[in-house]
């Protein structure tokens, strides 16, 4: 199999609601580009204030964004802002920022709480499932190479600054789902193959759609870039 996506893992409890909600995720890979994307949203809509407010700052940023659950109605408001701003740069991040930002709408109206939760970087293959070393306050991976074991002395998190022992976050475990435990009957095992190829067929595609739409964000992120400089000088 492979690593485990790193995504927000998000839940929102409306008191309308008469049942638990079940957990969603925002799924964002904290690159370089998303970090572009967050800085220039910030500068294009004067955050920087709100932001150290309400916000544990880190470097990358994404990571000091769920360190505090659930997000209070300032915190949503502030954060609605931000990722609004992200949504309108690229329509990869508009559409997978749709659902959290109505969310953060709710939430910043005092319609919440809304939890957020960071998962931890992982890998899953055959049937062990790896959580890697990573800071328990932010999330962020151990800065140590996988699979090599880790120091059980305490070191500070890079991006957070919070200290732990990344022995102790480290954890491997059978992972029945990924065993192959129980034999399936031919039938099923025909459906999960075809499954599974039609999943490959439209994560293809939309690796291949999704690097043409980072190509457009970037030059309208540069666009953004060199009007805002103009205005200034
Ligand atoms: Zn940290």
């Excluded at 294009?44 to 659930?70: C, H, K, M, V």
């Excluded at 305490?154 to 102790?168: D, L, R």
Aim: aromatic share 10%; with cysteine.
């Amino acid at each position: 199999m492979a690593d485990t996506g790193i995504c927000v893992v998000w839940s929102l409890q409306t008191e309308a609601a008469d049942h638990e909600e079940q957990p969603r995720f925002l799924c964002l890979f904290p690159d370089q580009d998303l970090e572009e994307a967050l800085w220039d949203a910030i500068e294009e809509q004067n955050l920087q204030a709100a932001l150290q407010a309400e916000f544990p700052i880190t470097r990358p940023l994404w990571y000091g964004l769920w360190i505090d659950s659930p997000l209070s109605q300032r915190q949503s408001a502030v954060l609605y802002m931000l990722l609004s701003d992200v949504a309108r740069q690229s329509i990869l991040y508009r559409r997978e920022l749709r659902p959290f930002l109505a969310a953060l709408r709710q939430a910043s109206k005092g319609q919440g709480p809304l939890n957020v939760r960071l998962s931890a970087p992982g890998h899953t293959d055959f049937g062990i499932s790896t959580k890697f070393a990573h800071c328990p306050r932010c999330k962020a991976e151990a800065p140590f190479p996988r699979w090599q074991g880790y120091p059980s002395d305490p070191i500070i998190c890079p991006v957070c600054k919070y200290e732990y022992s990344p022995a102790a976050t480290y954890a491997s475990r059978e992972d029945k789902m990924d065993s192959g435990e129980g034999e399936k009957p031919k039938r099923w095992q025909q459906g999960i193959i075809f499954f599974c190829l039609l999943i490959g067929w439209i994560i293809i595609r939309d690796l291949c759609i999704n690097q043409s739409l980072d190509a457009i964000a970037r030059s309208r992120r540069r666009r953004r870039r060199a009007k805002r400089e103009k205005r200034r000088g």
